[in-house]
């Protein structure tokens, strides 16, 4: 499993940092944060060192509402939504690929239920896009 990368709390991750880490995946990030910054400007992004997973981790969130939960690792990025029941109802129509649906749908019966995109091109940008159409549509 890759560990995220992101794990000196001294070490806040600043544009360069960040760059540092991404390396060919940076793309990707800056797409999604371009598309982020255009399409829902009332976003806010807090970066917060946690000591229970150490590392710095993003939250998205809106009007006090998380969005998502974002981390660093060793060339790529992971995004992981959290979704409520009228959510979860949603996955199985959702145009994201079945395995990410199945590991959901493995997820049931736990209390708090997380689909997780891994985004190391820009193609799994659109993957995030559909996931953030709805969790916007479900909140």
Same mark, same amino acid.
């Given at each position: 499993m890759d560990q995220p990368v992101l794990s000196d709390p001294a070490v #806040?991750?600043?544009?360069?940092? &960040? /760059?540092s880490h991404l390396r060919k995946s940076k793309a990707s990030f800056v *797409? &999604?944060? +371009? #598309?982020?910054?255009?399409n829902f400007p009332d976003f806010e992004e807090r970066w917060k060192y946690y000591n229970d997973g150490? /590392? !710095? &981790?993003?939250?998205? *969130? %809106?009007k006090k509402k998380t969005i998502? !939960? &974002?981390s660093i690792r060793n060339g790529w990025f992971r995004t992981t939504f959290y979704l409520? *029941? $009228?959510?979860?109802?949603?996955?199985?129509?959702? %145009?994201?690929?079945?395995g990410l649906k199945t590991k959901f %749908?493995? *997820?049931?019966?736990?209390?708090?239920r997380g689909i997780t995109v891994e985004i $190391?091109? $820009? +193609?799994?940008?659109?993957i995030y896009k559909e996931l953030l159409a709805l969790k916007m549509a479900t909140m």
């Open positions: #806040y991750p600043t544009e360069e940092v &960040l /760059s *797409s &999604l944060f +371009a #598309y982020n910054h255009a150490k /590392s !710095w &981790l993003m939250n998205v *969130s %809106r998502f !939960w &974002l409520n *029941s $009228k959510g979860a109802e949603c996955v199985p129509g959702a %145009r994201i690929p079945k %749908r493995e *997820s049931a019966g736990k209390k708090i $190391k091109a $820009k +193609a799994d940008v659109e």
